[in-house]
C-alpha cells in the first residue's frame, strides 16, 4: 500500500515542483527550522492523514508532522489538528499537494459518513463506484472507507459486472451472463445491470449471482425485490442524494451504490497557517 501511495504522491509533487520552489528558494536559502499548524476551518471527518504527513517525509524524512486527531475523527472549525515541524523550505514547497490530499480524502469522509448515518438501520450498505479521479483512485476510496462506506470493485479486474453496453454487444443478458461464466474463475460472481422488470426477469432466469437496478423508481425497486425474492443479491444504483435516500431505505436492497461519493464530494476546508522560525 504504502509504494503504491509513494509512486502518487511523488507523481504530485512532480507535477507541483518540476524543478524547483522559485518562491521559497528566493527568501529562504539553506535549512531554517520553523513550525506551521493544521487548522480546520469547516465541521467533518478527517481522512487522509498518513498520506498528509508521507507528502513531507518523501521531501525530507526528518519532517516530523504531531497530530492531535486520529483517521476518521469528527472535526470541529477552529480545531488545531496538527503540527508540522522542519525545514521550512519542505513545509512551504509540500504544503499544497498535502493539503489537496487531505482535503478531498476530508470532503469525501464527511459526505459518506452522512448518508451512512441516514441509512442506519435499514441494513443497507453504501458502495462507492470507479467514477474517481484519475489516479487518485486508492486515495478517494479509502477515504469512503473511513467515512463508514464500502468499497465495490477497485478495478476492471476485480469481478465481472455486465452493463447495458456488454449487454448489447453479447445479444442479449442470457447470453452475456453464459459468456462470462464461461470464461471468469468460479471465485468471481456475476453482476448484472437492469433498467426495467422485465430485464430484472431475464438476469434471473440466467442465474446472476447480483442484480443491479439502475436508475429505477422506489416502487420499481421493491418489485423487483419481490420478483428476485432472494435469489440474488439485490444493489441499486443512480442520482443519489441525501434529500432523496429516505425513499430508498424501504425498498428491500442489499446495496446502494453511489458515484457521487467520489465524484461530487465537497472538500473539507482546512489551511496550514502560523509558520514561524524555531
Do not use: W
Not at 32 to 50: R, S, Y
Not at 113 to 124: A, F, P, T, Y
Amino acid at each position: 500500500m504504502q509504494s503504491n501511495m509513494d509512486r502518487l504522491i511523488l507523481a504530485a509533487l512532480d507535477e507541483d515542483i518540476p524543478t524547483e520552489d522559485l518562491s521559497t528558494n528566493a527568501i529562504i536559502t539553506a535549512y531554517t527550522k520553523g513550525k506551521a499548524q493544521l487548522l480546520c476551518k469547516q465541521d467533518g471527518i478527517i481522512a487522509g492523514l498518513d498520506v498528509f504527513a508521507r507528502t513531507f517525509a518523501l521531501l525530507d524524512d526528518t519532517t516530523e508532522v504531531f497530530f492531535h486527531f486520529q483517521e476518521g475523527d469528527a472535526v470541529k472549525s477552529g480545531d488545531l489538528l496538527a503540527e508540522v515541524i522542519g525545514d521550512i523550505r519542505v513545509i512551504l514547497s509540500g504544503e499544497r499537494t498535502a493539503l489537496n490530499y487531505l482535503q478531498r480524502m476530508s470532503g469525501i469522509a464527511t459526505h459518506t459518513r452522512k448518508i451512512v448515518d441516514l441509512l442506519e438501520g435499514s441494513g443497507i450498505t453504501l458502495l462507492d463506484t470507479r467514477k474517481t479521479t484519475p489516479n487518485n483512485r486508492i486515495f478517494e476510496k479509502y477515504a469512503v472507507k473511513v467515512g463508514g462506506g464500502s468499497n465495490h470493485r477497485f478495478s476492471l479486474s476485480d469481478g465481472v459486472m455486465l452493463k447495458d453496453n456488454h449487454i448489447a454487444a453479447a445479444g442479449g443478458i442470457k447470453q452475456a451472463v453464459a459468456a462470462a461464466r464461461e470464461y471468469a474463475s468460479f471465485v468471481h460472481k456475476i453482476e448484472v445491470e437492469v433498467e426495467n422488470l422485465d430485464m430484472v426477469k431475464e438476469a434471473l432466469e440466467a442465474r446472476s449471482d447480483i442484480i443491479m437496478l439502475d436508475n429505477m423508481t422506489p416502487a420499481e425497486m421493491k418489485e423487483a425485490v419481490r420478483l428476485i425474492d432472494g435469489r440474488a443479491l439485490v444493489e441499486c444504483s443512480g442520482n443519489l442524494t441525501a434529500e432523496n435516500i429516505a425513499a430508498l431505505r424501504d425498498t428491500g436492497v442489499d446495496y446502494l451504490s453511489s458515484g457521487a461519493l467520489t465524484h461530487s464530494s465537497a472538500i473539507l476546508d482546512l489551511s496550514l497557517k502560523n509558520l514561524k522560525r524555531i
